[in-house]
């Protein structure tokens, strides 16, 4: 009886029979719910004998009911084996140290499981760079998957990256094959042979795993036209043009992941190489499960090696891609396969690319690496994130992979000249600087706009817009400087340096400055420029007055730029040394003598007519006395300052007046709360917060006056509003990089009642 019924209708009979639900009987059994499914669908006519086993078990089937159950299963399985020729397209085996993709996993499980719309198949599309692991992920999952595919999984490599990829004709005749169709009956055409092979896969449940796809024209025909055949695709390239298909793109693994990887690969060796050791390794691996694999297979096949041994080897950056070669697995050749596939002028884009010095850039840089039109840049760069040999944004910006940047720079080292490669730097390098110092300018008083915008450099029409083109290039210009400092472009260098100092007022709290002004006062002293060495180095003192401040750092630099500055008689920078003398005296407490050296300075700023200068010169003083104490003597001393800012005929440059007057009423604000004159201060704090807020100037300044207003506010009792500004204070702080700071004004924020 049992014979004539498939084993899915058995299966369906046992399970009421026991009054179990399939949740039920795969908890019992261990089977997952939806392969019973599967199998009671007639989706899996022949399970496995350990699966049949433990689902008999769990039905508690006994003597001649379970032998019928059993055989029916095996019958099945016969059945499934001999429906079509065995080897043709089977699927890879999979390694068995496989590791992460969890959530990728899911999302296959998923599109097995998706429905999809009236003729229309179900389509993945597999896409990631090279190296990422794309076929070893997709056999992986395939087999994952299996149990759910009644009438099997085929794999068929579609040589996309070959110099011949597979024929759409030639792959369907393969794939007819495998489906069991004999060599007189596949049709001689592409369109027959592509008509039958989505009728079979419309009344089968098969999965058709296309790995390598070279184009959408190869992959096309291949494609199941609906019903309960699915497909996966894996490919270097996009496939763009490719419509209704489900898309997955693999990137790097995370570093876990990657150390997991490496862990399974080297197995029982792993532990006696440290863990510091190979959470190096997949550093450098850079999250490639193809390099993490060779580094593996390296350091098993070598037992005398240690992992960290291969590490130093690697953190050489001129011979790292040889070492990513284990047997016939080598890193270059995955990279080189999809380079052979560019064009002429696209090759040449990417390996020019080599010397953009930051770790991305956008179409203009890349225009000017290229020398091509900016235009021509596009379209090259489309072609290589086309093929994974770039990553794109959603900002426009671009970047490499870290070992495919190794090999960009390789095959510029190969087919460029050392002439053509020095001219491509020169190019770079110069372009970047003469950018950097023309949007730095932007802030400079009487700068601003140029007269005579130069044709080679992007227009840069507002200062928003200098603003952002520094800041996102930041490593791109500041790399660009050290190359010139390098080579011994001098001139280039200091003028660069000099144009950010307005800038660095804006960005106080970026990383670069110290490096920016040094450069420039090494330039300034190669060049003999006495005035311009000593005006570095007093930036270089302010770099380290701005909190976490290094007083001791900033009476070094200011004594080293007094001496040159001493010797060209240059005024303003002998003052500048003693103003920031002051700067350190006061934050190492010792007030009187602050005092001191900044009316030195106020004098001799006022001797060379600096009104700018002296202004500051005289807020220092008025901040010692507000330091020690002297509240009310402050407070005359800030009023009469705000005065000078607020007067048009005071001589005081506007931009200048208008820095300094939210610095004068925060000072204000907090000499007012010393005095208990709380609404007072509490009106005035917020007025130089907003002003800030206006001049975009983020930095340690706002956020000690946030954080004072939020104190006073509390005092107040006006609970939500210092919670508010607490909030704000405590996220300045950390955007500055002052965590203990934020967490201060978190700990101090009123309760929430």
Not at 75 to 94: A, I, K, N
Not at 282 to 302: D, F, K, Q, T, Y
Not at 648 to 675: D, K, N, W, Y
């Given at each position: 009886m049992t014979g004539r019924r498939g084993f899915g209708e058995v299966l369906r009979t046992h399970r009421r029979a026991a009054r179990l639900t399939l949740e039920e009987l795969a908890e019992a059994s261990g089977v997952s719910a939806r392969a019973l499914s599967d199998m009671e669908r007639g989706r899996s006519?022949?399970?496995?004998?350990?699966?049949?086993?433990?689902?008999?078990?769990?039905?508690?089937?006994?003597?001649?009911?379970?032998?019928?159950?059993?055989?029916?299963?095996?019958?099945?399985?016969?059945?499934?084996?001999?429906?079509?020729?065995?080897?043709?397209?089977?699927?890879?085996?999979?390694?068995?140290?496989f590791t992460g993709r969890a959530a990728e996993l899911v999302w296959v499980s998923e599109l097995v499981y998706a429905e999809s719309s009236p003729g229309v198949g179900m389509v993945g599309l597999i896409t990631g760079s090279a190296g990422m692991g794309k076929t070893a992920f997709a056999v992986r999952a395939a087999h994952a998957v299996r149990p759910s595919f009644a009438d099997g999984v085929l794999f068929l490599d579609l040589l996309g990256m070959s110099q011949q990829p597979l024929a759409?004709?030639?792959?369907?005749?393969?794939?007819?094959?495998?489906?069991?169709?004999?060599?007189?009956?596949?049709?001689?055409?592409?369109?027959?042979?592509?008509?039958?092979?989505?009728?079979?896969?419309?009344?089968?449940?098969?999965?058709?795993?296309?790995?390598?796809?070279?184009?959408?024209?190869?992959?096309?025909?291949?494609?199941?036209?609906?019903?309960?055949?699915?497909?996966?695709?894996?490919?270097?390239?996009?496939?763009?043009?490719?419509?209704?298909?489900?898309?997955?793109?693999?990137?790097?693994?995370?570093?876990?992941?990657?150390?997991?990887?490496?862990?399974?690969?080297?197995?029982e060796r792993s532990a006696a190489d440290g863990e510091a050791a190979l959470t190096r390794l997949?550093?450098?691996?850079?999250?490639?499960?193809?390099?993490?694999?060779?580094?593996?297979?390296?350091?098993?096949?070598?037992p005398g090696w240690g992992a960290a041994e291969l590490a130093a080897r690697l953190a050489n950056e001129e011979r790292r891609l040889d070492q990513f070669k284990a047997g016939d697995l080598k890193i270059a050749n995955a990279f080189g396969m999809s380079y052979e596939q560019l064009a002429d002028s696209a090759r040449r884009m990417f390996r020019r690319l080599a010397v953009v010095p930051g770790e991305d850039f956008d179409a203009g840089l890349a225009a000017v690496a290229g020398g091509v039109p900016e235009e021509d840049a596009w379209e090259a760069l489309d072609d290589l994130v086309d093929l994974g040999l770039l990553n794109d944004s959603d900002a426009g910006r671009y970047r490499f992979h870290d070992l495919v940047r190794l090999f960009a720079r390789d095959r510029l080292q190969e087919e460029d000249t050392a002439a053509e490669r020095e001219a491509l730097t020169g190019r770079v390098t110069s372009w970047l600087l003469r950018m950097a110092t023309l949007s730095g300018r932007w802030f400079e008083p009487g700068h601003g706009r140029p007269d005579r915008p130069d044709p080679d450099?992007?227009?840069?029409?507002?200062?928003?817009?200098?603003?952002?083109?520094?800041?996102?290039?930041?490593?791109?210009?500041?790399?660009?400087?050290?190359?010139?400092?390098?080579?011994?472009?001098?001139?280039?260098?200091?003028?660069?340096?000099?144009?950010?100092?307005?800038?660095?007022?804006?960005?106080?709290?970026?990383?670069?400055?110290?490096?920016?002004?040094?450069?420039?006062?090494?330039?300034?002293?190669?060049?003999?420029?006495?005035?311009?060495?000593?005006?570095?180095?007093?930036?270089?003192?302010?770099?380290?007055?701005?909190?976490?401040?290094?007083?001791?750092?900033?009476?070094?630099?200011?004594?080293?730029?007094?001496?040159?500055?001493?010797?060209?008689?240059?005024?303003?920078?002998?003052?500048?040394?003693?103003?920031?003398?002051?700067?350190?005296?006061?934050?190492?407490?010792?007030?009187?003598?602050?005092?001191?050296?900044?009316?030195?300075?106020?004098?001799?700023?006022?001797?060379?007519?600096?009104?700018?200068?002296?202004?500051?010169?005289?807020?220092?003083?008025?901040?010692?006395?507000?330091?020690?104490?002297?509240?009310?003597?402050?407070?005359e001393q800030y009023v009469g300052l705000l005065a000078?800012?607020?007067?048009?005929?005071?001589?005081?440059?506007?931009?200048?007046?208008?820095?300094?007057?939210?610095?004068?009423?925060?000072?204000?604000?907090?000499?007012?709360?010393?005095?208990?004159?709380?609404?007072?201060?509490?009106?005035?704090?917020t007025e130089g917060i907003d002003l800030l807020d206006t001049l975009q100037m983020s930095d340690y300044r706002q956020a000690g006056a946030l954080e004072t207003l939020a104190a006073l506010l509390a005092g107040e009792g006006r609970t939500d509003e210092s919670r508010r500004a607490y909030a704000r204070a405590a996220q300045v702080f950390e955007a500055i990089g002052d965590t203990e700071a934020g967490s201060r004004c978190h700990a101090r924020a009123p309760a929430t009642p």
């Open positions: 006519r022949g399970p496995q004998q350990r699966t049949v086993t433990a689902l008999a078990d769990a039905l508690a089937l006994k003597a001649d009911v379970r032998k019928q159950f059993m055989e029916l299963a095996r019958e099945g399985r016969l059945r499934d084996h001999w429906t079509r020729p065995t080897g043709l397209c089977e699927l890879p085996r999979s390694v068995d140290d759409a004709a030639d792959a369907l005749r393969v794939l007819l094959r495998a489906l069991g169709v004999t060599d007189d009956r596949i049709p001689g055409d592409t369109q027959g042979r592509a008509s039958l092979y989505r009728s079979l896969l419309r009344d089968r449940r098969v999965l058709v795993v296309l790995d390598n796809a070279a184009s959408e024209e190869q992959v096309r025909p291949l494609l199941p036209g609906g019903g309960a055949g699915r497909a996966l695709i894996t490919t270097r390239r996009l496939l763009s043009g490719l419509e209704g298909v489900r898309r997955l793109v693999l990137g790097p693994l995370p570093l876990p992941e990657s150390t997991h990887l490496l862990t399974g690969i080297l197995g997949c550093e450098l691996c850079g999250g490639l499960p193809l390099a993490l694999r060779i580094i593996g297979n390296r350091l098993v096949s070598r450099l992007h227009a840069v029409t507002s200062p928003e817009e200098a603003d952002w083109w520094l800041r996102v290039n930041a490593d791109n210009w500041l790399g660009a400087m050290r190359a010139a400092a390098n080579n011994d472009r001098h001139i280039l260098v200091l003028d660069c340096a000099e144009s950010m100092h307005w800038f660095s007022e804006r960005w106080a709290h970026s990383p670069h400055w110290q490096e920016v002004f040094t450069h420039g006062a090494q330039a300034a002293a190669a060049l003999g420029d006495l005035t311009q060495q000593a005006t570095q180095l007093n930036y270089l003192a302010w770099v380290h007055s701005v909190p976490p401040s290094e007083p001791e750092a900033v009476l070094r630099h200011a004594a080293q730029a007094l001496e040159p500055a001493t010797r060209a008689g240059a005024t303003a920078q002998i003052a500048w040394a003693h103003e920031y003398t002051a700067s350190a005296l006061l934050l190492l407490g010792r007030l009187d003598e602050a005092i001191a050296s900044s009316s030195r300075a106020a004098h001799l700023f006022k001797t060379i007519g600096d009104i700018d200068s002296s202004v500051q010169s005289h807020a220092h003083i008025a901040n010692c006395l507000l330091d020690g104490g002297r509240y009310a003597e402050a407070l000078l800012l607020d007067d048009p005929g005071s001589g005081m440059t506007p931009i200048v007046a208008a820095h300094c007057r939210p610095v004068a009423l925060i000072r204000i604000g907090s000499c007012l709360g010393h005095l208990d004159r709380r609404a007072e201060a509490i009106a005035t704090l």
